[in-house]
């Protein structure tokens, strides 16, 4: 959720300058942007941190199910997520000789691949400002209304020729309902796709409640929900 916060933050000092100032003077209508949105990102931060919530995960490899996790989270003193495991691990079965070492090399294979990808993630979450301004400069930056309260911002070669970053954003609620990466390893065929939906909770509170990652190349999916938050008595 960190993450998330700073994602927002950026997002909303970039759409503060992209959106219509009138006949007013564009900085200053931009300063009272920005502060109005940052007040409201640290109010929605503070106010997570009063929350107690379940994540669960779960790992497939070609449609089928290979682990699964539930956690329980909170924010710790120091202002990061701390969890606590609930569901009990996978009995693994017992294998010998080259079965065994056949499925032990296929695993570390598997992990230093699944390495790679989350090296990858981690160069598009959270943005870099150095990036985004590369893009506009390039002209690689387009944006649309998505209905009376939305905005859709998209950023073409963002890392790598051919990939894609989209972020909806609502401009009502000063919140993202939407990021999305489309990206890939070495090349096109090896597809990685991020996306994150974001919900709200009934006293307003939004959060990232979905997170699914896709390795097409090695028919991957890992999903996580965040769910059941619960406020913490004070």
Request: net charge positive; aromatic share 8%; hydrophobic share 40%.
């Amino acid at each position: 959720m960190k993450r998330s916060f700073l994602i927002f933050l950026f997002l909303m000092n970039l759409m503060a300058w992209m959106l219509p100032v009138g006949a007013q003077d564009p900085k200053q209508v931009m300063q009272q942007k920005v502060a109005a949105f940052q007040q409201s990102i640290a109010e929605n931060q503070k106010a997570l941190r009063s929350y107690t919530w379940t994540e669960t995960t779960q790992i497939k490899l070609k449609g089928e199910v290979k682990s699964s996790k539930i956690e329980s989270c909170r924010y710790g003193p120091d202002g990061k997520v701390q969890k606590t495991l609930l569901s009990d691990p996978p009995a693994k079965k017992e294998m010998r000789g080259l079965k065994k070492k056949i499925v032990e090399k296929k695993t570390e294979e598997m992990k230093d691949y699944m390495d790679r990808v989350s090296s990858l993630v981690h160069r598009y979450v959270p943005p870099q400002g150095e990036l985004i301004q590369s893009a506009v400069a390039q002209g690689n930056l387009s944006f649309s209304p998505q209905g009376s309260d939305a905005i859709l911002l998209q950023f073409k070669n963002y890392v790598k020729t051919g990939d894609l970053v989209s972020i909806t954003l609502d401009t009502a609620a000063k919140q993202i309902r939407q990021f999305k990466v489309d990206t890939f390893l070495d090349e096109e065929k090896e597809k990685v796709i991020l996306r994150v939906d974001f919900e709200n909770l009934p006293d307003g509170i939004w959060y990232a409640g979905t997170k699914d990652l896709q390795v097409a190349a090695k028919e991957i999916n890992v999903h996580i929900i965040d769910s059941n938050f619960l406020k913490l008595a004070m």
